[in-house]
């Protein structure tokens, strides 16, 4: 092994595995370490998706930028061998910068290949949540084993669109970071890269809100008989004190003949005796992740990960209410559905990320 092995981050003494940090603790290919960052104006004038990958045993960094306005994604997704830099965040125009870990961070699209350009800052509001660990090997192999921790805040700066610049000033943000294990990374195992056409039916259900003096992480499954599956979550006030939720009830109202929501009510239990009613419902369109290279979304099809050299692909789609995406005017693969939402906590009207995802048959919500 040469000193070309070595990264700067070896001069610390933070070694988890008897290897490099340019190594990982797993020959898994599938192995990811991922920043996604989210951010929306209230007055649903505009909102924007960015976020980078390194997948060491894939030898590859990947990320994207997107905005939505008036009903159109924009979508910018760029590629590269990792091996050109280790030591810097950045692909394509895309660069992150940790200020202040845990308190600021700076996101930049240069705007040098494609027609979005940024420059932002996130000031986080809380702490971050730290989800449990995640580990689904039911199928007698490891399909997913994850670490999240997700965080709210605020975003100052601008968007640029072509020609347009829309400031952004206070938008509501949430962004999270994550690193291990998932289906439909790099591209080579397809018998796995989508799991949604395997899989028994379920809903997952994500919300991430905030009033001035708390935030709420709210993750949940459950199976197609309404039992709770999975639940993970945590309330989150200013002073820095942690609640666990103890339990969560989840009606959702989906429109008719669709699977997007026109409203999600949540009735929370926190283990502090507590309990909260949370409303959501939509604020800008769904996202079609396929545009960020999720769910196959490159032209390629073989979804974030795979090696493609160095690569910059832009394209724009139309979002049409309830479900449809079209590309150049015709109906294109989505990816799955995420949505920021107007959030009604107790009461207090705010802003917040409320992704509902229902995958096959549910009847009890008449879903076929």
């Avoid at 008897?18 to 951010?39: A, E, I, K, M």
């Avoid at 020609?163 to 962004?175: F, L, P, S």
């Avoid at 997007?260 to 604020?283: H, K, N, Q, W």
Wanted: net charge negative; hydrophobic share 35%.
């Amino acid at each position: 092994m040469s000193t070309r092995s070595l990264h700067s981050l070896d001069e610390t003494l933070m070694h988890q595995v008897p290897w490099p940090f340019r190594f990982t603790g797993t020959s898994d290919h599938r192995f990811f370490d991922r920043y996604w960052f989210s951010g929306v104006d209230p007055a649903g004038g505009g909102g924007f998706l960015s976020g980078m990958a390194f997948y060491k045993n894939m030898h590859v960094c990947d990320g994207y930028g997107v905005i939505q306005r008036s009903g159109r994604q924009h979508n910018a997704r760029w590629s590269r061998p990792l091996a050109e830099d280790m030591e810097n965040s950045t692909v394509g125009d895309l660069s992150v910068e940790v200020t202040q870990p845990y308190r600021r961070l700076r996101v930049r699209w240069s705007g040098a290949s494609t027609a979005l350009s940024a420059d932002l800052e996130f000031t986080a509001s809380f702490e971050p949540y730290v989800e449990e660990h995640y580990l689904d090997a039911a199928t007698g192999r490891i399909t997913q084993e994850i670490t999240r921790y997700n965080q709210i805040g605020r975003w100052n700066g601008w968007l640029g669109l072509r020609d347009e610049r829309i400031d952004v000033v206070d938008w509501w943000a949430v962004r999270d970071h994550s690193w291990g294990v998932r289906p439909g990374v790099g591209g080579l195992d397809r018998s796995v890269a989508d799991p949604a056409a395997r899989s028994a039916p379920m809903m997952h259900t994500v919300l991430y809100c905030a009033t001035d003096t708390e935030s709420f992480c709210v993750s949940r499954r459950e199976d197609a008989a309404g039992r709770v599956t999975y639940l993970d979550g945590e309330a989150i006030s200013a002073d820095g004190n942690h609640v666990l939720l103890s339990s969560v009830d989840i009606e959702p109202h989906f429109v008719p003949g669709a699977r997007t929501y026109e409203s999600v009510r949540f009735g929370i239990e926190l283990a502090d005796g507590r309990s909260v009613e949370i409303v959501a419902e939509p604020l800008l369109q769904p996202w079609a992740y396929a545009g960020t290279g999720y769910d196959g979304g490159y032209t390629d099809g073989r979804g974030l990960g795979f090696p493609r050299g160095t690569l910059t692909e832009y394209d724009e789609y139309e979002l049409v209410p309830p479900e449809r995406v079209l590309l150049d005017g015709a109906p294109t693969p989505s990816g799955h559905r995420e949505q920021f939402a107007v959030v009604t906590i107790d009461g207090t009207r705010t802003t917040g990320y409320c992704t509902v995802m229902p995958r096959g048959a549910l009847p009890r919500y008449g879903l076929a």
